[in-house]
Structures are given as C-alpha cells and as structure tokens.
Nanobody
C-alpha cells in the first residue's frame, strides 16, 4: 500500500529551525514530482515548495525563498523540507505530496508546525 508519512513538526520559537521528513513506502519516490504544502487555520492549502523528478528543478513560494530548502534522499525514499528563520506566519499543518503524472497522487497525513514565543 502506497503511503507518505510526515514527521519533524513541532513547536519552535521565531527565528528557529525545523526539518520535516516525508517517508514514502509502497512506491519509489525518485520517479515522482514531489512537494510540500501547508494549511493555516482559516486559510486554503498553499504550495510551499516542489521539485521535479525529471530535471530536479525546484519552486519556492515567495515568502519562503531563502529560508526553506527542499531535498530528497533516494536511498531512504524520503523527502525533506529544511525550514530556517521560522516566523509565526509559517504556523500551519504541513503536508507532503507525490505525483506521477495524472495517474498517481499521494498525500501525507500532515504534521503541525507552530512558531511561537
């Protein structure tokens, strides 16, 4: 059974860092386009960062550019999101996603990130 499981969320002070992990099972992550999304209370889910399986190109939402970094470890079948200089507006539930064209589309269950002093 294919699934994604996120981990690494938690409570952090403003200016702090967290690294989110997204472990894939039941399929090979390297062949999928992958990304991170987040949903804050009362807001729609938004894309944070993604990377292509074909050419490794990456995208970052403007507010996280220079602070967040997406990466994947194909030997561990895992996707990461390194988040630095976290701010209260980064507080949200973070989800990872893996897509293989229009055929397969997997989402994780989400991990809570709270930035507060």
């Amino acid at each position: 059974q294919a699934q994604l499981v996120e981990s690494g969320g938690g409570l952090v002070q403003p200016g702090g860092s967290l690294r989110l992990s997204c472990a894939a099972s039941g399929f090979t992550l390297r062949y999928h386009d992958v990304g991170w999304f987040r949903q804050a209370p009362g807001k729609e889910r938004e894309g944070v960062s993604c990377t292509s399986s074909s050419d490794g190109s990456t995208y970052y939402e403007d507010s996280v550019k220079g602070r967040f970094a997406i990466s994947r470890d194909n030997t561990k079948n895992t996707l990461y999101l390194q988040m630095n200089s976290l701010q209260p507006e980064d507080t949200a539930v973070y989800y990872c996603r893996a897509r293989f064209g229009d055929r397969y589309d997997y989402w994780g269950q989400g991990t809570q990130v709270t930035v507060s002093s």
